[in-house]
């Protein structure tokens, strides 16, 4: 089905299945799905694209002739020119032929998803979020005539078959909220009024799913209309402990001093009082946090402490609160981080998580209203952002020798080891209880911080980003994660 967003009625499509086998092919042209077709183009409800009427083709093996032939056919009824969208899975293959299909769209199958494949137990991981990743930082696949496709994950999480086990276990109708509003967006600057149309692959199926088919059809609908995912229950928020006393810190490394004002912009959104640690690697650069800070700030009292280039983000912040970790109930840890697989990349990430986790005061309220009204909620973080979650399931021996490392020193006498997947905060921003994760502020950690050589992966700082998790069930409590912004 096509969105119409004109007068924001779902207007009508027909999509013509080629089913015949080659064989028979041979001697069959397209003319004979055309019967009765006349009446769904003349129905007002049917939808134009620049004056044509649209013709979805579900295959992209429709032959050169097929096509002219269906041409042929409109302008014998006097139905004028006609618009052809072809679903393909070869882009190259759509615009070579674009003067015969004149645009495409893409069901974004499994095939379309970024996967892992773990070669230990023959199984493949499937990522939506990949989805949401190409559709905010993809370039359109032709510039003249592009559809964004919207759709929703309707396979359960794992589907086993004799070969081969598939997971889709980052799907939810959060996301598919999300991935409407980019496409929403994105159609409304792109096309006229007149011409805004979304394909929403197999919409008309999503009410046969038990499981999610509603969820999905609200989660577009919210989207549509511009409605927030989660309508606000303020019954449910909890304050009145946290205002009275000073029981949040916020500790931010600062390596990159030029984010200083969106770090205490995004702070000063905390509905209670909080104190602010901060960390960075030389005078000269405490010099100008401490003027900003002083004339800027909201929090209660602020501490500046310059530690070595030494441990990224992961090490100062132990060193700066070990000793006074306690003193407070919640944690919130953040840090300049600029880069990721590329620079563009790397600033939406940054904002992703910083939104996430600071964006507002509703944000900020639904989250210590959580840990208030849950005591056993230990830590709250980000979904990870697009396609890093990847590397939230890849199995790397390095890192998983390095977490039994801090196992044996935080508790020798358990004889705990990771396991092969590994879920964790991918950044290394997030709320936490600090009763959840309180041994880790550790001297023996602390001391295992490596020099700066620029390294990716495999140190005791990224063991540690993956330890968390590991801490807060052995201390009791559970976590989340949290989907608020993208």
Not at 375 to 390: A, N, R, S, T
Not at 415 to 434: D, E, H, L, S, Y
Request: charged content about 25%; aromatic content about 16%; glycine content about 4%.
């Amino acid at each position: 089905m096509f969105l119409n967003n004109k007068n924001l009625a779902i207007n009508f499509l027909l999509i013509i299945e080629n089913n015949i086998s080659k064989i028979d092919k041979i001697n069959i042209n397209i003319s004979h799905i055309f019967v009765n077709i006349e009446k769904y183009i003349i129905d007002e409800r049917y939808i134009k694209f620049y004056n044509r009427s649209v013709i979805g083709l579900n295959k992209d093996y429709f032959d050169k002739k097929d096509v002219i032939n269906l041409r042929k056919k409109f302008k014998e009824k006097k139905l004028g020119e006609i618009f052809i969208l072809s679903m393909t899975k070869n882009f190259n293959h759509s615009k070579e032929n674009n003067s015969l299909y004149n645009g495409l769209f893409c069901s974004p199958s499994v095939d379309y998803l970024e996967k892992i494949h773990f070669e230990h137990n023959k199984t493949f991981a499937y990522f939506y979020t990949h989805l949401l990743y190409l559709n905010l930082l993809a370039s359109p696949l032709n510039k003249i005539y592009s559809f964004r496709v919207s759709v929703a994950m309707k396979e359960y999480p794992i589907y086993i078959n004799e070969q081969k086990t598939y997971i889709f276990g980052d799907y939810s109708p959060e996301k598919f909220y999300f991935l409407n509003k980019v496409i929403l967006d994105w159609t409304k600057r792109n096309f006229n009024k007149d011409n805004q149309y979304i394909f929403i692959d197999n919409f008309n199926n999503l009410q046969k799913d038990n499981i999610l088919g509603y969820a999905n059809i609200n989660a577009f609908s919210k989207a549509l209309y511009g409605l927030p995912f989660i309508l606000e229950n303020k019954e449910n928020f909890n304050l009145i402990n946290l205002e009275k006393h000073v029981l949040v810190v916020i500790q931010v490394h600062i390596y990159y001093e030029d984010l200083i004002k969106e770090i205490i912009d995004k702070t000063n959104n905390i509905p209670v009082p909080f104190d602010l640690y901060i960390t960075t690697n030389s005078l000269e650069k405490k010099t100008y946090i401490e003027n900003f800070v002083k004339e800027n700030s909201n929090a209660n009292k602020y501490e500046i402490l310059i530690t070595q280039n030494k441990g990224r983000d992961v090490i100062p912040c132990l060193i700066q609160l070990k000793d006074i970790l306690m003193k407070y109930k919640y944690l919130c840890h953040i840090h300049t981080k600029k880069h990721g697989e590329t620079e563009e990349f790397g600033r939406y990430w940054q904002h992703y998580l910083y939104e996430n986790l600071l964006g507002n005061k509703i944000i900020i309220t639904k989250i210590l209203s959580d840990f208030e009204n849950h005591k056993e909620l230990g830590f709250i973080f980000p979904e990870d952002f697009y396609v890093q979650i990847k590397y939230a399931y890849r199995y790397n021996y390095l890192n998983w020798h390095n977490i039994d490392n801090i196992f044996n020193i935080l508790f020798p006498d358990l004889k705990i080891k990771a396991g092969k997947i590994i879920f964790f905060p991918v950044g290394n921003m997030f709320w936490a209880r600090t009763d959840a994760v309180y041994q880790i502020f550790n001297k023996k950690i602390i001391k295992l911080a490596p020099e700066e050589k620029g390294q990716g992966d495999n140190t005791i700082l990224h063991a540690i980003e993956r330890f968390w998790l590991y801490l807060v069930k052995l201390n009791g409590f559970y976590y989340k994660t949290i989907l608020y912004y993208i």
